[in-house]
């Protein structure tokens, strides 16, 4: 978002302003790549809990791309401890405490595969938007959108959340490759 505020900065030619955002784009990219294992191994921030609001820092095209690609390979891909799971991706890792019924939420799995694709970790992306796609469409014949999926990977909650929609956005963008602009028709 700061290099989008940065470009529009630049527009008029507000060069405080563009000052402003790249000082802010550096300092958070320097606060998350100095995060990296601070306490855990393969792992940007706190690993005392390891919850997917962690897995946003990928969002972030800035940060080392060899560090997500390491904290992919160590805890998001690892069905054993990490986020993954029947439905992916868990919201807390194996050994964090959990939230039921919150396993898994769709939103917050978008903002993880949005970040892996940043990061050019296509294969792992793709497996985790089929595998979420599949779970919507599991239980019920249809596809479903629920607030989450509960401890036992079933849906819980109201199963037509319009935000959970979301997941569709690197199906079509990424996946199959068709690009769309609502605003220029």
């Not at 962690?54 to 060899?66: E, H, K, P, T």
């Not at 439905?87 to 050994?95: A, E, F, N, S, Y």
């Not at 694709?117 to 779970?135: C, K, N, Q, Y």
Request: aromatic fraction near 10%; charge should be negative.
């Amino acid at each position: 978002m700061a290099r989008t505020l940065r470009g529009m900065a630049a527009e008029p030619g507000e060069r405080e302003d563009i000052q402003l955002w790249s000082r802010w784009l550096k300092d958070h990219t320097d606060r998350i790549d100095n995060s990296w294992e601070s306490d855990t191994t393969q792992y940007f921030g706190s690993g005392q809990t390891k919850d997917i609001w962690q897995l946003a820092y990928f969002w972030a095209r800035d940060i080392n791309s060899g560090h997500v690609g390491h904290m992919m390979d160590r805890w998001v891909t690892n069905a054993e401890e990490g986020f993954m799971r029947t439905v992916p991706l868990r919201i807390r890792t194996h050994d964090s405490e959990q939230i039921p019924p919150f396993s898994v939420n769709t939103i917050n799995t978008w903002l993880a595969i949005e970040g892996m694709f940043r990061h050019r970790i296509e294969s792992a992306a793709v497996a985790v938007t089929l595998g979420h796609i599949d779970g919507m469409n599991r239980d019920h014949g249809a596809p479903v959108t629920p607030e989450a999926w509960d401890q036992n990977d079933k849906p819980w909650g109201s199963m037509y959340c319009g935000w959970d929609e979301s997941i569709l956005l690197p199906l079509i963008d990424r996946i199959s490759g068709i690009d769309f602009d609502l605003m220029e028709d």
